[in-house]
């Protein structure tokens, strides 16, 4: 079993749909979580970053992290053909030395 | 956020040679820096962890007299693929995080494509 699953799609909605992305993971020692925006050939942008359990919001996207369902979420509101990418989730820990764990990454096709 | 400055962007070399590709954090330090390959539509492969004035940690199977990364300063890690064959084709990402704060997010290059011809 994968320490990070990520279903890789790819995920394709029309112009304005919410988006929602998920991440399973393993490994109860992760305390921090990012998702990235990662466009071809270019390399990742961090989007969102949180600590722990909860809901954060900035702009259109929202992340969640349910730690007690080992579950995390990007939701994407008013979804953007500029939207279009593949997205990362990713968690990190301090536990036994630094650690950051990537998934596969979500393709994102958002039509116009 | 913080920005990484990754150069070149792009290189083409002949099989044989060396290339060495450069990872600056711009407006931070970094005393430990990561060097990522991705294959097309596949996600990051974490090839080793820089840290500034020690020795590379390479992950299992990363061979490290083939992927020579050095980090001398807080500031700048730089990877050297040594006798470069076209397996060793692809697009190499390098990521940095603040040692000045307790956050563990990192920053990313705009990564380097690599072509052996």
């Known amino acids: 079993q994968k320490e990070v699953e990520q279903d890789p799609g790819p995920l394709s909605v029309p112009e304005g749909a919410i988006v929602s992305l998920n991440c399973t993971y393993s490994?109860?020692?992760?305390?921090?979580f990012m998702w990235y925006r990662q466009y071809s050939r270019k390399g990742p942008e961090l989007l969102m970053y949180t600590y722990s359990s909860g809901n954060k919001e900035d702009g259109r996207f929202t992340a969640q992290v349910d730690k007690s369902s080992k579950y995390i979420s990007l939701f994407i509101r008013d979804s953007q053909p500029s939207d279009s990418a593949t997205y990362l989730c990713?968690?990190?820990?301090?536990?036994?030395?630094?650690?950051?764990?990537f998934g596969a990454g979500t393709r994102l096709f958002v039509k116009a | 956020g913080a920005v990484v400055s990754q150069h070149p962007s792009w290189v083409i070399c002949k099989s044989g040679t060396s290339v060495k590709i450069e990872c600056r954090s711009l407006d931070f330090q970094a005393t430990t820096m990561f060097w990522y390959r991705q294959f097309p539509k596949q996600s990051l492969m974490l090839m080793a962890t820089s840290n500034e004035g020690s020795k590379a940690t390479y992950e299992q199977g990363v061979e490290k007299d083939k992927f020579l990364i050095n980090h001398a300063s807080l500031t700048l890690s730089t990877l050297t693929v040594t006798s470069a064959h076209p397996e060793d084709s692809s697009f190499y990402i390098c990521?940095?995080?603040?040692?000045?704060?307790?956050?563990?997010?990192?920053?990313f290059g705009q990564g380097t494509r690599l072509t052996v011809v």
């Open positions: 990521s940095a995080r603040d040692s000045g704060t307790a956050n563990t997010e990192a920053f």
């Open positions: 990713a968690m990190s820990s301090w536990t036994g030395g630094f650690k950051t764990i």
């Open positions: 490994n109860s020692a992760f305390q921090y």
